[in-house]
């Protein structure tokens, strides 16, 4: 019951959160540099939010935040429909995990999977769209603070998420 709440916890925190995340515009103190470990990146997401890190850590011209901004925020949009699917299927994990059929996993992790190829063919077509608004350098940057904000929520997740018995 105990891991049933906590996971419950994390994906209301981090999947819920997600939109909220890249809403907020406050300053984010840390450099790019700073960034490097999967603590700091956990913190500064929850004390200044995602848009903020991500301001801070691009750099732009105003005619590079001009044409940034838009893909940013349809991605945004986009990423969070794909995560609330993911959550769903996690949902639907934790509520079934003690009288778990195999049938039923078979179904949870079909779900997921369908879900992280929808949320990597997203990623190449936002990739495509950042390269024609920006510098080559800039987008890859975008795509690496992406993968780390990504890649910390997943941890957090799968390291409170029981395996299938």
């Known amino acids: 019951m105990r891991i049933e709440t906590t996971a419950a916890a994390l994906l209301l925190a981090f999947g819920a959160a997600a939109p909220a995340y890249a809403q907020q515009a406050a300053a984010a103190p840390s450099a790019a540099a700073e960034m490097g470990t999967a603590d700091t990146v956990r913190q500064a997401l929850r004390s200044d939010g995602k848009r903020a890190l991500v301001e801070k850590n691009m750099e732009l011209t105003p005619a590079e935040a001009k044409k940034f901004w838009p893909v940013y925020d349809q991605y945004q949009k986009d990423l969070d429909r794909i995560l609330r699917r993911q959550n769903r299927a996690m949902n639907d994990y934790i509520a079934a995990e ?35 608004a920006l510098p080559g350098r800039k987008a890859a940057r975008y795509m690496q603070l992406e993968n780390k904000f990504r890649s910390v929520i997943r941890y957090d997740i799968a390291d409170h998420i029981p395996l299938v018995r």
């Open 98 to 132: 003690s009288s778990m059929t195999d049938a039923n996993a078979k179904r949870l992790a079909s779900d997921l999977v369908a879900a992280d190829g929808e949320e990597q063919r997203l990623r190449e077509a936002t990739l495509k769209k950042l390269l024609k």
